[in-house]
């Protein structure tokens, strides 16, 4: 995500770690929350954003808010 159908909406990030040239990083997301909003019945999923590189070491995490159309 996001892909057809959905939006990007915000995105938070905490850079916990350098990441140097040559690192191999592999970024991974977790549905943290759905909701709906009653105005206009969008649909929102809150989401878990986490990059690990090569070592299994976290170097990037936050949150972002997904519009589902």
């Not at 939006?7 to 909701?35: C, H, I, M, W």
């Not at 969008?42 to 972002?64: H, I, M, P, R, Y």
Request: net charge positive.
């Amino acid at each position: 995500m996001p892909g057809p159908g959905a939006l990007y909406v915000s995105q938070t990030s905490n850079f916990r770690k350098p990441v140097f040239l040559g690192d191999t990083l592999t970024a991974t997301v977790e549905v943290l929350e759905k909701f709906t909003k009653k105005e206009g019945m969008l649909k929102f999923l809150k989401l878990s954003t986490v990059v690990t590189n090569q070592n299994g070491v976290v170097v990037t995490d936050g949150e972002a808010l997904v519009i589902i159309m």
